[in-house]
């Protein structure tokens, strides 16, 4: 079977033959078409382009932002021209943690609608036949109860520190909505919770909460530190998807599903905050003491979904354990730095 076309930024997509069906002997609706992927060459992009050139795809294309700036409408209408996709995955995002989303909000709001909005109507303009969205658990209600389901997601204001990147996101549904009430251009939107892995961002301005604790102990094993000291009171939970079981949800959805209701993409597995940091300690081997401080602010609440309509629709369940995801992206961090750690 020929390998796909690829676009200007990938060199190892098409690797792994694809079936002859798609995901549970179904047909993929990816089979034969030109797909263009948004930030396909980051963190979470460059596992979806993977996944998709699985599907017997005709092109991948993925530029990156130095080649196409969501930004600016000319370049948007410039890559849909040059790649001329039948199938858009917008992954593209400005993110960050607490502390970034709590600096720059308005630049958090501004530029992911932006982006999202000229490049779904560009897309409907070019002729693109689906476009898939990844929006964000941050979307959700501040106090919705817990596990969270999609028909929650309006019931309520989102948590504040988050609320412009979230509700910038979660005006892309309501576009993509309308647009298919009123053009009939198919859209799915995707709300996956807090993702994690190998090459996640560890930069302590912009890092969410995994990378952060990873380095943080890390660092204090090395140093020698008695304690480090954590944000909030350790009390919130969180829900977290390993990164190539993220990859692979997207692109089960983008090849099986197509109604109109939003779908969560999680690991079903909860955990609050003090108990993820003692579990990243233990496993980076920092016996030191945890201090909270809680004049930093936790976040949301509680963050678990309802994962029950992703497998209902497009069969798509997580497969690696919190435990073993931590793992792989501790090995990871520690093999992109020089310094061995004492006494390893």
Known sequence: MPRPELGRERDNCGHQAPPAAGYHGLVSLLTGKRVLVTGGSGFLGARV??????HDVASIDAPRSAQCDLRERDAIRGVLADARPEVVVHLAAVVGG????MATPGAFFYENALMGIQLIE??????????????TVCAYPKHAP?????????????????????????MLLVQLQAYRQQYGFEGVYLLPVNLYGPR???????SHVIPALI???????E????SIVCWGTGKASREFLYVGDAAEGIVAAAARYSGAEPVNLGSGEEISIAALTELIAELVGFTGEIIWDPTKPDGQPRRWLDISRA???????????????LERTIEWYRSTRRAPVPGR
């Open 49 to 54: 382009v993977d996944e998709i050139a699985k």
């Open 311 to 325: 497998q209902q629709e497009f069969g798509f369940r997580a497969s690696t354990s919190l435990r073993e995801g």
């Open 215 to 221: 380095k943080k102990c890390d660092a204090a094993l």
């Open 146 to 170: 817990a596990p969270f389901k999609e028909e929650d997601l309006w019931n309520g204001y989102p948590e504040e520190t988050n609320a412009p990147y979230g509700l910038a996101k979660k």
């Open 223 to 226: 140093s020698g530190a008695p």
């Open 122 to 135: 560009e897309s409907r303009q070019a002729g693109v036949e689906r476009f898939v969205c990844v929006g």
């Open 200 to 206: 996640d961002n560890f930069d302590d301005r912009t």
């Open 98 to 101: 607490i502390g970034a989303n």
